[in-house]
């Protein structure tokens, strides 16, 4: 089993920055890559990053130039660092934990608010 803890949401005024991270846990995992999505109210959940075991990273273009994935080194834990923030941005973000198979292992998710 694999535990996923994000952490670093909260409120933030538009043009502002805020950091997400995500831990992974558990024995006998091998982990391929971690991603964040984000899932706006009524809409579907959609990619925003992802990052391979072998530090490959891939940017949605909505936020290209303003978000940042990167590994920690804190074993299993990847950041999301998030610039400019814009009330689009608003939504619940979510970490998932890729293995070699099709399963993806997910955080409860964290809220991110950007608003005046």
């Known amino acids: 089993q694999v535990q996923v803890v994000e952490s670093g949401g909260g409120l933030v005024q538009p043009g502002g920055s805020l950091t997400l991270s995500c831990k992974a846990s558990?024995?006998?995992?091998?982990?391929?890559?971690m991603s964040w999505h984000r899932q706006a109210p009524g809409k579907e959940r959609e990619l925003v990053a992802s990052?391979?075991?072998?530090?490959?990273?891939n940017i949605a273009d909505s936020v290209k130039g303003r978000f940042i994935i990167s590994k920690q080194d804190t074993k299993d834990t990847v950041s999301l660092q998030m610039g400019n923030l814009k009330p689009e941005d608003t939504a619940v973000y979510y970490c998932?934990?890729?293995?070699?198979?099709?399963?993806?292992?997910w955080g409860r998710g964290t809220q991110v608010t950007v608003s005046s």
């Open positions: 998932g934990v890729h293995g070699w198979g099709p399963a993806i292992f």
């Open positions: 558990g024995s006998r995992f091998v982990i391929s890559a």
């Open positions: 990052l391979t075991s072998d530090g490959i990273a």
